[in-house]
């Protein structure tokens, strides 16, 4: 873990923050909501067969860790694809406050009092501030956003929707699986190598038939060329601490789901 990274406990949620971000945020763990069973306890989604009112009631949870209404928690909806959407008046509290109609594995926004939720179970959730522009992201990427440079397009959509000037960006990398577990066939390498060609290929270890991919290290990089210098990577596993996290490939799917949550503050609108 990386010393920047802490571990927080209250009220029984217990939570992960990172020093250089310098806004309200978290990643979640499993802990700290009320959901039971292999969902316990803290489960944030409503598609992995647990009861609507608990899902609810951990997001209730996170508002109040926040402190603002829960209807105004943002959800991304994650299809492996590289599109970002941006929240405003409109679309603040998708998923939440109004019925979830979008799919967009990244969003930004300048509204305050707004908590974007990003979710992880094994693949990478990073997020994004920009206090100079106070402008936020959330960005999920696994290998297919990665490959796809999902990452850097939320960087650039920033920029473009509010001006914020890469060099001022606070980014953390949040738990995720890393290469100690990441064991993939030849298609993840192969993906990688089509969009960023030998650049990727330090971040690409071969044992044999399989290969071992530093999915971080390719998200630091993808950020550092877009000129995000203030990268953290939290170093957490979520395979190796299967017991703190939910991991995708350590439950054979049959688990909960966590989310990486940012938001900046201001008067309550
Ligand atoms: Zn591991």
Redesign the pocket.
């Known amino acids: 873990m990386d010393q920047l990274i802490h571990r927080r406990e209250e009220n029984g949620l217990i939570y992960y923050t990172c020093d250089t971000i310098t806004t309200p945020h978290l990643f979640t763990t499993k802990f700290g909501g009320v959901s039971t069973g292999y969902l316990s306890s803290l489960n944030l989604g409503f598609n992995r067969g647990d009861e609507r009112e608990n899902v609810l009631k951990n997001y209730q949870i996170l508002a109040d860790h926040f402190g603002v209404p829960r209807e105004r928690m943002t959800m991304t909806k994650q299809v492996h694809g590289d599109c970002v959407r941006v929240v405003d008046e409109n679309t603040m509290g998708m998923g939440l406050g109004q019925p979830m109609s979008w799919q967009t594995d990244a969003i930004v926004t300048n509204l305050p009092n707004v908590p974007l939720c990003g979710y992880y179970a094994d693949c990478v959730v990073t997020l994004l501030h920009d206090p100079v522009s106070r402008s936020i992201g959330v960005c999920h990427s696994g290998w297919r956003g990665t490959a796809n440079g999902i990452l850097a397009k939320t960087v650039h959509t920033m920029q473009e929707q509010y001006g914020a000037q890469p060099e001022n960006i606070e980014a953390v990398i949040g738990p995720s699986?890393?290469s100690?577990?990441f064991e993939t066939d030849a298609d993840v390498p192969d993906a990688m190598r089509e969009t960023m060609g030998q650049a990727v290929e330090p971040f690409i270890e071969r044992r044999g038939a399989k290969y071992f991919i530093d999915l971080q290290g390719i998200n630091r990089m993808r950020l550092e060329d877009a000129g995000v210098k203030k990268v953290t990577d939290s170093g957490l596993?979520t395979?190796?601490m299967h017991d703190e996290f939910w991991s995708h490939r350590a439950t054979n799917g049959r688990r909960g789901v966590q989310a990486g949550i940012i938001m900046l503050e201001g008067e309550q609108s």
Do not use: N, Q
């Open positions: 699986i890393h100690c577990c596993c395979k190796c």
